[in-house]
T-cell receptor, first 112, second 113 residues
Framework: SQQGEEDPQALSIQEGENATMNCSYK?????LQWYRQNSGRGLVHLIL?????REKHSGRLRVTLDTSKKSSSLLITASRAADTASYFC????????????FGAGTTVTVRA | NAGVTQTPKFQVLKTGQSMTLQCAQD?????MYWYRQDPGMGLRLIYY???????DKGEVPNGYNVSRLNKREFSLRLESAAPSQTSVYFC????????????FGPGTRLTVT
């Protein structure tokens, strides 16, 4: 079974708006990562947040992590058409830091 | 710097046929991974190799075998393909920075009829 679950499954926003998606997971983690996948392409790493961190920024991306609730959120500010993609959270468990477990993803469509 | 390369990009097999998917990385990292991606299910780990000479099962290993040929190459073999193995297959390896961040190949789209 997959470790993470994203919510919502799909999101449609206007260019310039913010997009927020959430990820919940089940077991203790070493870190949590977010990846982007454009249609028909491989995944691209966006950002990593360690279990002892609560918030991290990278450009227009803001990630939060609440280990007590086993949840994370990804915020994309001032969205652009190029942000249209699927976004996946992935967790590295404390029990085996070689394994990366992915959620089913959130599909984001940014309308011009 | 090509990162992670995979061949072939597309493949159509008949049920029962065999094939090997090839993956190579030029980031000189010890670990490599094979995933499959089915619609609506995200990526699931098939096998991984923590270092040259070692391989371990992931979440969905049945029907697959792997070989870590050397530090650079990690192949995935389907001995007797089944329609349930129709999927997109991705190889990945950590980058030169954090060993946790994975770089993915472009994928192999496999259809089994």
């Amino acid at each position: 079974s997959q470790q993470g679950e994203e919510d919502p499954q799909a999101l449609s926003i206007q260019e310039g708006e913010n997009a927020t998606m959430n990820c919940s997971y089940k077991t203790s983690i070493n870190n949590l990562q977010w990846y982007r996948q454009n249609s028909g392409r491989g995944l691209v790493h966006l950002i990593l947040i360690r279990s002892n961190e609560r918030e991290k920024h990278s450009g227009r991306l803001r990630v939060t992590l609440d280990t007590s609730k086993k949840s994370s959120s990804l915020l994309i500010t001032a969205s652009r058409a190029a942000d249209t993609a699927s976004y996946f959270c992935a967790t590295v468990p404390r029990s085996n830091d070689y394994k990366l477990s992915f959620g089913a993803g959130t599909t984001v469509t940014v309308r011009a | 710097n090509a990162g992670v390369t995979q061949t072939p990009k597309f493949q159509v097999l008949k049920t029962g046929q065999s094939m090997t998917l090839q993956c190579a990385q030029d980031m000189n990292h010890n670990s490599m991974y094979w995933y499959r991606q089915d619609p609506g299910m995200g990526l699931r780990l098939i096998y991984y190799s923590a270092s040259e000479g070692t391989t371990d099962k992931g979440e969905v290993p049945n029907g697959y075998n792997v070989s870590r040929l050397n530090k650079r190459e990690f192949s995935l073999r389907l001995e007797s393909a089944a329609p349930s193995q129709t999927s997109v297959y991705f190889c990945a390896a950590p980058g030169t920075g954090s060993s946790y961040e994975q770089y993915f190949g472009p994928g192999t789209r496999l259809t089994v009829t």
